[in-house]
Every structure is written in structure tokens, then in C-alpha cells.
């Protein structure tokens, strides 16, 4: 993966908050308490309730059509990079491992 993260940001679909991480150890949960954005401009983590996360990083290479329609279907190399974010370690329940 070569793209350069431009913005780490997800969107909470409970609480509707957008939140980014700016640096590689700013760890933002939402208003609720349900989703967190972590990694910065390094690495993309997510956790809590995959479910209500709204993807709207933005990175380099292959430029998207921003900002990401609500209802954007994911391209199948989209789809991939984000199933193996959802794949790593999980953490749950807000706890780190670091
Ligand atoms: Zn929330």
C-alpha cells in the first residue's frame, strides 16, 4: 500500500460526529463513546462498533471524488483494504494493547 494518508477520519453513524486522527498516537473516540479513529497520518485503525463507521479517510494516489458520497459502494480494492483494517487485532471495548 503505497498511498499517503491525508486525512484519517471516520464518521459515527449513532452520533453522526466526524472524527480525525492527526498524528500517529491521537486516539479520538466519537461523542458516544461507539467508534475511534487512531494512527494519524501512519496507519488507518479503527475500532469499537464497526458498524457505525462511515469511512472518509482521504489519502493520495488513486484520487476519489471527495467528499465520499454518503452511499458510496466501495471498489473491490477498497472493500479489501478495509476488511483488513476491521481484521487487525480487534480492540474492543475501547481497551489498547500497546
Ligand atoms: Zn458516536
Redesign the pocket.
Known amino acids: 500500500m503505497t498511498e499517503r494518508i491525508l486525512h484519517n477520519k471516520i464518521r ?6 466526524v472524527i480525525e486522527s492527526t498524528h500517529r498516537h491521537d486516539f479520538k ?7 475511534f479513529v487512531d494512527g494519524g497520518h501512519e496507519y488507518l485503525r479503527r475500532g469499537g462498533e464497526l458498524e ?1 463507521i462511515e469511512e472518509l479517510y482521504e489519502h493520495t494516489s488513486e484520487p476519489l471524488p471527495l467528499p465520499l458520497p454518503r452511499d458510496k459502494v466501495l471498489s473491490a480494492r477498497e472493500a479489501v483494504l478495509l476488511k483488513a483494517l476491521f481484521e487487525e487485532p480487534r480492540i474492543l471495548g475501547g481497551k489498547l494493547s500497546e
Open positions: 459515527c453513524k449513532q452520533c453522526q460526529d473516540y466519537c461523542g458516544c463513546g461507539a467508534v457505525n
